[in-house]
């Protein structure tokens, strides 16, 4: 008997696999600006844009939005984006905003899209997470993402935050007129400026590092020793490190010439007392996830929505924050080889919870219109769901 298949068997039978490996459907990212909110710090740049167009990914970019980071249109047409208004900007499958959005325009966004933004941006503004929550979006914040303790996305801006401070902060006492005129390292026979650094994480060690390089006396504070110990030996044990008693940090804090507060447990607050101690041109960073609460009397300035010689008239102690927006390209770029670096990840959170990473679905605050995240729910008044139970569901 003859077993083998006819000719037309055989048509039939290659036609299967070809049809199976047909193209990957095309991947929208959308990239709304995020200056209405000043928000300067753009999340792409046109070379992350054409790595993304590499991989099967098409970027719809809202005209004029990488104006703050001194890209043109024409910069991210010719890397493959599509440039369009803000409206098709949110019709996309995955849509990345630092910034929160207007409320109104999650109407334009379907369920299910995916948005990739930061905590604060989405719980500081109760009615904005109520009307994402609403509108079926999934909601990831790019800041919660861990994977296996490395926060890639909380640990570079927290690094920028860190290095700029200490750039802006030295800029403004050596103004002549409305700092101190003063360098912050000193010179021979003049001694040095001294920083005072709330925390030892990856802001605060970036902070001292660019600070023990112009030649400042650095002082970090913390109360989980640990983690002192670690950033003092990062820092080849040139910082003076040591618990925040409440004495020892009162004497610090009135020779301090700058002091930045970086996320730590158990943040004293600098309270009407101390800051009145401390001297009258000081200069103040807050770069917690909750800006103005270390330094409650103090007024509080957005750094990315001013410009830097409003701050140098004043004689005045202020608190300053989102020091971040003050180099928004560096931003820019580090945000973009995360982006680029995770894709994969990205495009398989637009599938099924069981499908999405592990670090992606961890990060989420709102899936198909359940809250699955604490800090959301509490900003909502309401409880959150264990996600786990949605998986497989």
Same mark, same amino acid.
């Given at each position: 008997?003859?077993?083998?298949?006819?000719?037309?068997?055989?048509? !039939?039978?290659?036609?299967?696999?070809?049809?199976?490996?047909?193209?990957?459907?095309?991947?929208?990212?959308?990239?709304?600006?995020?200056?209405?909110?000043?928000?300067?710090?753009?999340?792409?740049?046109?070379?992350?844009?054409?790595? !993304?167009?590499?991989?099967?990914?098409?970027?719809?970019?809202?005209?004029?939005?990488?104006?703050?980071?001194?890209?043109?249109?024409?910069?991210?047409?010719?890397?493959?984006?599509?440039?369009?208004?803000?409206?098709?900007?949110?019709?996309?499958?995955?849509?990345?905003?630092?910034?929160?959005?207007?409320?109104?325009?999650? !109407?334009?966004?379907?369920?299910?899209?995916?948005?990739?933004?930061?905590?604060?941006?989405?719980?500081?503004?109760?009615?904005?997470?109520?009307?994402?929550?609403?509108?079926?979006?999934?909601?990831?914040?790019?800041?919660?993402?861990?994977?296996?303790?490395?926060?890639?996305?909380?640990?570079? !801006?927290?690094?920028?935050?860190?290095?700029?401070?200490? %750039?802006?902060?030295?800029?403004?006492?050596?103004?002549?007129?409305?700092?101190?005129?003063?360098?912050?390292?000193?010179?021979?026979?003049?001694?040095?400026?001294?920083?005072?650094?709330?925390?030892?994480? *990856?802001?605060?060690?970036?902070?001292?590092?660019?600070?023990?390089?112009?030649?400042?006396?650095?002082? *970090?504070?913390?109360?989980?020793?640990?983690?002192?110990?670690?950033?003092?030996?990062?820092?080849?044990?040139?910082?003076?490190?040591?618990?925040?008693?409440?004495? %020892?940090?009162?004497?610090?804090?009135?020779?301090?010439?700058?002091?930045?507060?970086?996320?730590?447990?158990?943040?004293?607050?600098?309270?009407?007392?101390?800051?009145?101690? *401390?001297?009258?041109?000081?200069?103040?960073?807050?770069?917690?996830?909750?800006?103005?609460?270390?330094?409650?009397?103090?007024?509080?300035?957005?750094?990315?929505?001013?410009?830097?010689?409003?701050?140098?008239?004043?004689?005045?102690?202020?608190?300053?924050?989102?020091?971040?927006?003050? %180099?928004?390209?560096?931003?820019?770029?580090?945000?973009?080889?995360?982006?680029?670096?995770?894709?994969?990840?990205?495009?398989?959170?637009?599938?099924?919870?069981?499908?999405?990473?592990?670090? *992606?679905?961890?990060?989420?605050?709102?899936?198909?219109?359940?809250?699955?995240?604490?800090?959301?729910?509490?900003?909502?008044?309401?409880?959150?769901?264990?996600?786990?139970?949605?998986?497989?569901?």
């Amino acid at each position: 008997m003859n077993t083998q298949p006819s000719p037309c068997e055989e048509m !039939l039978t290659l036609e299967q696999p070809l049809s199976d490996s047909g193209p990957e459907r095309k991947l929208i990212i959308g990239l709304p600006s995020g200056m209405a909110a000043g928000e300067r710090r753009f999340p792409l740049t046109p070379e992350g844009t054409e790595q !993304l167009a590499d991989r099967n990914i098409l970027v719809k970019i809202e005209s004029g939005a990488g104006k703050p980071i001194h890209y043109s249109d024409n910069d991210y047409s010719r890397a493959g984006a599509s440039v369009c208004e803000r409206q098709k900007s949110l019709r996309a499958d995955i849509i990345i905003s630092p910034a929160p959005l207007y409320k109104a325009e999650t !109407l334009y966004m379907r369920r299910g899209t995916v948005l990739l933004t930061l905590l604060r941006s989405v719980i500081d503004r109760p009615d904005y997470a109520r009307a994402l929550q609403k509108a079926g979006v999934n909601v990831i914040a790019a800041d919660l993402i861990d994977n296996n303790g490395h926060r890639p996305v909380a640990d570079i !801006l927290h690094e920028i935050d860190g290095c700029a401070s200490v %750039v802006v902060a030295s800029s403004l006492l050596a103004d002549p007129v409305n700092g101190k005129g003063i360098l912050l390292g000193g010179v021979t026979g003049v001694g040095p400026g001294e920083v005072l650094i709330l925390g030892s994480g *990856m802001g605060a060690i970036a902070a001292a590092h660019n600070a023990l390089g112009l030649g400042a006396t650095v002082r *970090m504070f913390d109360n989980d020793i640990y983690s002192l110990r670690s950033a003092s030996r990062v820092l080849n044990y040139q910082i003076i490190a040591a618990a925040p008693h409440p004495r %020892v940090l009162k004497s610090a804090l009135q020779t301090a010439d700058i002091v930045i507060a970086t996320p730590m447990s158990g943040m004293p607050v600098i309270d009407g007392e101390l800051a009145a101690a *401390m001297k009258r041109r000081v200069i103040t960073f807050d770069l917690t996830n909750k800006p103005g609460a270390t330094f409650p009397s103090l007024p509080l300035i957005d750094l990315g929505n001013m410009e830097i010689d409003s701050l140098k008239a004043s004689n005045s102690r202020v608190c300053c924050h989102n020091v971040g927006g003050r %180099v928004p390209r560096t931003a820019a770029m580090a945000l973009s080889n995360s982006i680029v670096a995770g894709c994969d990840s990205l495009r398989a959170s637009t599938g099924s919870l069981a499908e999405m990473p592990a670090p *992606m679905r961890q990060a989420l605050l709102f899936y198909w219109g359940k809250c699955v995240n604490s800090a959301a729910a509490e900003a909502l008044g309401t409880r959150a769901l264990d996600i786990n139970l949605l998986i497989g569901n």
